[in-house]
C-alpha cells in the first residue's frame, strides 16, 4: 500500500510550503494598499446568509440557526459575498472591496478547494469595462509582489504585464471550434438548442439526448475554448451569452449577449466580472429559473434571498468582479495545486 502523505502541518512539509504562503501574504498587502489608494473601503461579509446563491451548479454548505427560544431555521455558508456587496451599494457605498472566506461543496481538486479566499470590487456607476483595467493592475501587482516575470501552470506560460487580448464568446467558437453561436440564440434570451447540437456534432464532441443547450455551450468552452485562452498573454473573454449570465445586464449593443467577461491566464479562469443587473423582478425570473434547473439536476435547490431583491430596486447602476486569489497566487507561484497556496487546507473526507 501507498503510505499516506505527511500532513501540511508536518514540519517539513510546510518548510517546504511557507516560501509559497509568505508570498502570498505580500500579495494580499500589495492589493489592500493598492485598493486604499484608489479609493475603496474594504467590508466584511457575513458568511452565513439565508441564501447562498442561487446558480444552477453552485452547491453550498448547508446549516440551520437556533435562536434564544430554541426556535430553528436553515442559513447557509455564501458562496461568494456578492448579494452582502450589492446590499451595501444599495446603502450608499460607491467604491467597496472584500477578501472573503467563501465555501463552495462539490468542489475539489488541482484549481478548486471547498473553503477558498475571494476577491471581490464594486463600483457604483462606473462600466464594466473600467474592471479590465483593474484586473491588468491586479495582475502586475501579484507578479512583482512575488517577483515574478512569468505566470506558468501545466506547461502554459503568460506574461501578466502583456497588453491584454480581448474576446468575445462568438469569436471564440467561432476561430477554435467553427460554431456560429450567435446563430442560436435569439434577442429575447431565448436558444435553439438543435441548431447548436447539430453544431457541436459537427465538430467533433459528444452530444447526449438529454443535454441543454447550456450543457452544450460547456462542452465547447472547456473542451475546445479554454485551452487556448491566455496564452503568452492574459485574455478577457467577453459578450457571454445573456443565458449564461443571469446576475449580468443585457448588452445595449446586442441583446442576445450581456455584460460579462471572464479573465484567463495560462487557460485557468480567473475572475467573473459584469456590469451588474438591477431589475429586481428579473432578476427574481432568473433566480427562479436557475432553482428550477438545479431542482431537477440535483434535487434541491436553494431559497432566494427577498432582502437582497429588495436592496436590489434601490442599488445604483455599477460594475463588479469576483477573482480567486488562490489561483492568481498559485500561477505567480509556480504552484501545482491550489492547497500549496492555502495556509491550513481543508481535511480530505476519510474513505470507509
Known amino acids: 500500500m501507498t503510505p499516506n502523505p505527511s500532513p501540511w502541518w508536518s514540519p517539513d512539509v510546510h518548510a517546504d510550503r511557507r516560501p509559497r504562503l509568505i508570498l502570498r501574504n505580500r500579495i494580499v498587502q500589495a492589493m489592500r494598499a493598492h485598493f486604499a489608494g484608489l479609493g475603496f473601503v474594504e467590508i466584511e461579509a457575513a458568511a452565513l446568509q ?22 430553528r431555521g436553515p442559513l447557509y455558508l455564501h458562496t461568494s459575498p ?33 473553503e477558498f479566499t475571494m476577491l ?11 474592471l479590465m483595467r483593474d484586473c491588468a493592475d491586479l495582475l502586475r501587482l501579484a507578479a512583482e509582489a512575488a517577483g ?22 462568438a469569436e471564440a467558437f467561432r476561430r477554435h471550434a467553427g460554431i456560429d453561436l450567435l446563430a442560436t440564440l435569439d434577442a429575447g434570451g431565448g436558444t435553439d438548442r438543435e441548431a447548436l447540437a ?3 456534432a459537427g465538430a467533433g464532441l459528444r452530444v447526449a439526448p438529454d443535454d441543454t443547450w447550456a450543457d452544450l455551450f460547456s462542452r465547447v468552452l472547456v473542451a475546445r475554448i479554454e485551452p487556448h485562452l491566455g496564452e503568452e498573454r492574459p485574455t478577457i473573454l467577453c459578450e457571454y451569452p445573456a443565458s449564461e449570465a443571469a446576475l449580468a445586464r443585457r448588452s445595449p449593443r446586442d441583446p442576445r449577449v450581456s455584460e ?13 466580472g459584469f456590469g451588474e443587473l438591477t431589475d429586481p423582478a428579473e432578476q427574481r425570473r432568473r433566480f427562479e ?16 434571498d427577498e432582502d437582497f431583491l429588495a436592496a ?13 486569489l488562490d489561483r492568481l497566487v498559485m500561477l505567480a507561484c509556480g504552484a501545482r495545486r491550489i492547497e500549496e497556496v492555502i495556509w491550513t487546507p481543508v481535511a480530505e473526507r476519510s474513505a470507509r
Open 120 to 130: 471581490e470590487w464594486y463600483r457604483a456607476n462606473e462600466p464594466y469595462t473600467v
Open 312 to 324: 436590489l430596486a434601490r442599488m445604483p447602476e455599477a460594475s463588479g468582479i469576483a477573482l480567486g
Open 289 to 304: 429559473a436557475a432553482m428550477a434547473e438545479r431542482l431537477r439536476i440535483y434535487g434541491e435547490a436553494y431559497p432566494i
Open 50 to 71: 439565508v441564501s447562498p446563491g442561487n446558480e444552477t451548479h453552485l452547491s453550498a454548505f448547508a446549516t440551520e440557526v437556533i435562536g434564544p427560544d430554541g426556535g
Open 148 to 169: 515574478a516575470t512569468r505566470f506558468c501552470w501545466r506547461g502554459r506560460s503568460c506574461d501578466p504585464a502583456a497588453p491584454f487580448e480581448r474576446l468575445t464568446v
Open 260 to 272: 460579462r467577461f471572464e479573465l484567463y491566464a495560462c487557460g485557468v479562469e480567473l475572475a467573473n
Open 198 to 200: 447539430a453544431a457541436v
Open 82 to 114: 456578492e448579494f452582502a456587496c450589492k446590499k451595501l451599494l444599495a446603502a450608499g457605498e460607491p467604491r467597496l472591496f472584500s477578501l472573503a472566506r467563501v465555501f463552495r461543496n462539490r468542489e475539489r481538486g488541482p484549481l478548486h478547494h471547498p
